[in-house]
T-cell receptor, first 110, second 115 residues
Framework: QQQVKQSPQSLIVQKGGISIINCAYENTAFDYFPWYQQFPGKGPALLIA?????SEKKEGRFTISFNKSAKQFSLHIMDSQPGDSATYFCAAFGSSTLTFGKGTMLLVSP | GAVVSQHPSRVICKSGTSVKIECRSL??????MFWYRQFPKQSLMLMAT?????????EQGVEKDKFLINHASLTLSTLTVTSAHPEDSSFYIC???FGGGTEAFFGQGTRLTVV
């Protein structure tokens, strides 16, 4: 059973555009929602994270929007750059376990 | 952020041999570490949870006798792939819990190729 559903599977955005990746979860016990960025051949790197007591968190060009009642959260990348091209994973943490979405391959075209 | 070092980054071994992968938390103590396997263009698949001083907890379908995990100290966990076969070829990634147990930082991964 997939506890964290992530969409889209892949995304192409023009340079300067906004990249939006969505995730939905089922387990209400999750209490921490990080996003990871992974480049080919590398381990995932923590990008930004949010807890369910806030609805939005912004760090530079990256923003997480969180909707607790809908059990959904999303990552927005403003002014997307070619260097942002990577695979992004949402995750949900609870009961000492981190559950990942299936990932979104983002390609930012020059 | 906290640093997790994984070694080696790449290893090629012959079928039937064993390979050990190390995961170290460099600037913090990690009671809990995780081992993942990742196939090309897919998400991370949790293999096992490693707790310092106790036996690892394996996910369903993961052979504990094949993937030996040892978490002997608060900064080191090892994964040994025993009697490796070509189908064990994959990208293995470790992570360590930090900051009260919610933030997870990842190693750089190990590309294992069994020939």
């Amino acid at each position: 059973q997939q506890q964290v559903k992530q969409s889209p599977q892949s995304l192409i955005v023009q340079k300067g555009g906004i990249s939006i990746i969505n995730c939905a979860y089922e387990n209400t016990a999750f209490d921490y929602f990080p996003w990871y960025q992974q480049f080919p051949g590398k381990g995932p790197a923590l990008l930004i994270a949010i807890r369910p007591d806030v609805s939005e968190k912004k760090e530079g060009r990256f923003t997480i929007s969180f909707n607790k009642s809908a059990k959904q959260f999303s990552l927005h990348i403003m002014d997307s750059q070619p260097g942002d091209s990577a695979t992004y994973f949402c995750a949900a943490f609870g009961s000492s376990t981190l559950t990942f979405g299936k990932g979104t391959m983002l390609l930012v075209s020059p | 952020g906290a640093v997790v070092s994984q070694h080696p980054s790449r290893v090629i071994c012959k079928s039937g041999t064993s390979v050990k992968i190390e995961c170290r938390s460099l600037d913090f103590q990690a009671t809990t570490m995780f081992w993942y396997r990742q196939f090309p263009k897919q998400s991370l698949m949790l293999m096992a949870t490693s707790n310092e001083g106790s036996k690892a907890t394996y996910e369903q379908g993961v052979e504990k006798d094949k993937f030996l995990i040892n978490h002997a100290s608060l900064t080191l966990s090892t994964l040994t792939v025993t009697s490796a076969h070509p189908e064990d070829s994959s990208f293995y990634i470790c992570s360590a819990l930090f900051g009260g147990g919610t933030e997870a930082f990842f190693g750089q991964g190990t590309r294992l190729t069994v020939v």
